[in-house]
Nanobody
Framework: QVQLVESGGGSAQPGGSLRLSCEAS?????????ISWFRQAPGKEREAVSC????????YYDDAVKGRFTISGDNAKNTVSLQMNALKLDDTAVYFC?????????????????????WGKGTLVTVSS
């Protein structure tokens, strides 16, 4: 059974850091998958944050998080993490991990892919002073 489980959410102050993890089971993340992080703030639409192409080794970040967030993968743990630094109030959201088979991770990567996509249930990140 394919499953994604996010962890690491919580509360932080502006300027602080949190590290989210997305652990996959039922398949191998590192076998030609694109792993993405999305987020949805209260009352707003879901937005794409970052992606990581396991076969290409490429990463991409939305402008809102570029330079502050880092996505990385751990093959041994079948896990992809999102290190979030210099957190802002606007980073408050539920963060979701998603994946689908493919290689492209770049501008608009989430707009055009084929096959089945898998999603975690999300983890809440709250940034407040």
């Amino acid at each position: 059974q394919v499953q994604l489980v996010e962890s690491g959410g919580g509360s932080a102050q502006p300027g602080g850091s949190l590290r989210l993890s997305c652990e996959a089971s039922g398949f191998n993340f590192f076998d030609h998958y694109v792993i993405s992080w999305f987020r949805q703030a209260p009352g707003k639409e879901r937005e794409a944050v970052s992606c990581f192409s396991t076969s290409e080794g490429t990463t991409y970040y939305d402008d809102a998080v570029k330079g502050r967030f880092t996505i990385s993968g751990d093959n041994a743990k079948n896990t992809v993490s999102l290190q979030m630094n210099a957190l802002k109030l606007d980073d408050t959201a539920v963060y979701f991990c998603a994946t689908w088979e493919g290689t492209y991770c770049g501008s608009g990567w989430y707009e055009d892919y084929y096959g089945t996509d898998y999603w975690g249930k999300g983890t809440l990140v709250t940034v407040s002073s």
